[in-house]
């Protein structure tokens, strides 16, 4: 199986980078994301491609949900990715659930 590759979408880069470690130590490759909050913006919620998502197996979101940019990129992701997605800001989820699905995703994947 190729590399399992996760993209984390934080706006608190002190966390996106324990995250990043975790997952580093864990065997899979980060890929990182301020969303909104970056200098540039957010591509998505600008209706423009991201090369980021499309790299990813899953995507981990921390979010501030009272946040209307956090809320648009939340809907974004819902209904217009087509990657495992899962919101890390709900108490019972976790890096492990995004890793678990971007397994899942890569074993449904043809070799």
Aim: charged residues 30%.
């Amino acid at each position: 199986m190729d590399e399992i590759k996760i993209l984390l979408v934080n706006p608190d880069a002190e966390q996106l980078d324990d995250d990043r470690d975790v997952l580093r130590s864990m065997g899979v490759t980060p890929i990182v994301c301020l969303g909104p909050e970056r200098t540039k913006g957010c591509a998505l919620l600008r209706g423009w491609h991201c090369p980021k998502v499309e790299s990813a197996d899953a995507i981990g979101l921390e979010l501030d949900l009272e946040v209307p940019d956090h809320r648009d990129l939340l809907i974004r992701y819902a209904t217009g990715v087509d990657r495992p997605v899962v919101l890390m800001s709900e108490p019972s989820s976790s890096l492990e659930d995004v890793i678990q699905l971007a397994v899942e995703r890569k074993l449904e994947q043809p070799a």
